[in-house]
């Protein structure tokens, strides 16, 4: 399976009736209403969505077919995926995840810095860790005050880097 996006984590089940608990990868949560189904990390099959919770920081998920806690124990810490066809589209200025990670890094004096390696979700707003051509990591903040420029189409980030930020 691959062009696979993560939209949720397993963390944990939840009472005796096959729910899960999932840490949702995104920044909209009720996404899961959407989807009439998801991929998990592993698996090839689909897994159709039977019913939704919430919590503040979770959703609850139980699946067709998965009725008991002894079924979906083994999900734990599992992605949850969906595939292209899936993809909702984003406002402006705002990224997928996948589409991130892999760009190559300049400056906004045109020196290639590296390329992103991962992306830390803090919840106000992301942090891009860049891996340097010297193998050092660094971290940049996901603002406009730093990243002017992200071009998915040219493969390539723009960053303008306060002094001391990546050295």
């Known amino acids: 399976m691959k062009n696979m996006l993560r939209v949720g984590k397993i963390t944990n089940t939840h009472g005796i009736r096959g729910d899960v ?4 990868l995104t920044d909209y949560m009720e996404r899961f ?17 039977e019913n939704i919770k919430y919590k503040p920081t979770l959703v609850i998920l139980s699946f067709k077919g998965y009725e008991d806690i ?22 402006e200025d705002t990224y997928y995840i996948a589409d991130i990670i892999g760009l190559d890094v300049y400056t906004v004096k045109d020196e290639y810095i590296g390329k992103v390696k991962d992306i830390i ?10 891996k340097s051509t010297d193998n050092k ?3 940049i903040p ?6 002017p420029e992200i071009s998915l189409d040219k493969r390539k980030i723009v960053i303008d880097p306060i002094e001391g930020m990546i050295e």
């Open 21 to 24: 608990k999932v840490l949702p």
């Open 33 to 49: 209403e959407e989807l009439e189904w998801i991929y998990i990390d592993g698996y090839r099959e689909k897994f159709y969505i």
């Open 70 to 91: 002894n079924l979906v124990e083994k999900f734990k810490d599992k992605y949850l995926l969906i595939d292209e066809t899936q993809r909702r589209d984003l406002p």
């Open 121 to 130: 979700q803090t919840g106000s707003s992301e942090v891009y860790i860049i």
């Open 137 to 139: 990591e660094i971290m």
């Open 142 to 147: 996901a603002v406009k005050e730093f990243i």
